[in-house]
């Protein structure tokens, strides 16, 4: 009897040593697969997150230098990148130009990629956009662009063109102080029909960027020919400003520099 039961406690002792032995090599292949499952997710992420990288990064390939490196860096950081649109009535917050190119980013780049925040001033000369200090108002937005029309319509007639550039080299320099990565573009407002004077301001503006590096995109050689009254379709002669059609051109300029093909 005795030697029975050693046999059982002998037996039940090698099953309790299989059993333990099998779970734990269960548990250790387990460990061994998740770990392998875990390590290939973690590079398929990788490499989407490298694929969109490079999509964006080829999307804005026709952007300056600068832009271009503002928009990595955001993506890098994996976060929206964040555009600040900034002008005269020229520049409606809601129903003009911006709304249109912000779908077409979105339709290019995916949505939610560029987070775009519009901020429109109604009948401020440059001067009064310098006195008010607005550039104030973008860096709250902590901005990579700042994609900026100057009140160029506004001052035509009020402010002359060298206190026009020197009240946008000031709020450009407060707008740096703030948000110092912040890439500015600037552009002119909408052309106006037979203008004299002003197009020579838009030229003043042109030059000025160049002279201290800021990035500019003329979007006029869209537009029918300031001196041709086809103007009048795309621009308002009442308001001087754009017409849905003038929206229209506007924005598409802007969306090929922003969208390579």
């Excluded at 099998?22 to 770990?35: C, D, F, G, N, P």
């Excluded at 026709?62 to 271009?68: K, N, S, Y």
């Excluded at 009535?89 to 990629?113: F, H, I, M, Q, V």
């Excluded at 020579?200 to 201290?212: H, I, T």
């Amino acid at each position: 009897m005795r030697t029975f039961i050693l046999i059982l406690l002998f037996t039940a002792a090698c099953l309790a040593f299989l059993i333990t032995g099998h779970l734990y090599w269960e548990r250790k292949i387990e460990a061994t697969v998740q770990a392998a499952r875990a390590k290939v997710e973690t590079s398929a992420k990788q490499e989407t997150e490298t694929s969109q990288t490079e999509v964006i990064l080829a999307r804005a390939k026709q952007l300056p230098a600068a832009a271009q490196a503002a928009i990595k860096r955001a993506v890098e950081e994996h976060r929206p990148i964040r555009l600040v649109i900034a002008g005269s009535e020229s520049t409606p917050e809601n129903g003009g130009w911006p709304e249109l190119l912000k779908r077409a980013l979105d339709d290019a780049y995916g949505k939610g990629t560029f987070h775009i925040t519009v901020h429109e001033y109604d009948g401020l000369t440059t001067a009064d956009a310098d006195r008010q200090r607005i550039a104030a108002d973008w860096a709250k937005d902590k901005p990579d662009l700042v994609l900026l029309e100057p009140f160029l319509l506004n001052d035509n007639g009020v402010v002359t063109i060298d206190d026009t550039l020197a009240h946008i080299k000031s709020i450009i320099d407060e707008l740096k102080s703030a948000a110092p990565n912040a890439v500015v573009i600037l552009q002119p407002p909408n052309p106006i029909y037979n203008a004299t004077y002003y197009p020579k301001q838009v030229e003043a503006l042109e030059r000025f960027a160049k002279d201290n590096g800021y990035a500019y995109f003329d979007h006029w050689s869209a537009w029918p020919d300031h001196k041709s009254e086809e103007l009048n379709q795309y621009v308002d002669p009442e308001s001087d400003l754009p017409t849905a059609e003038g929206a229209k051109v506007w924005a598409n300029a802007l969306a090929k520099r922003f969208i390579a093909q």
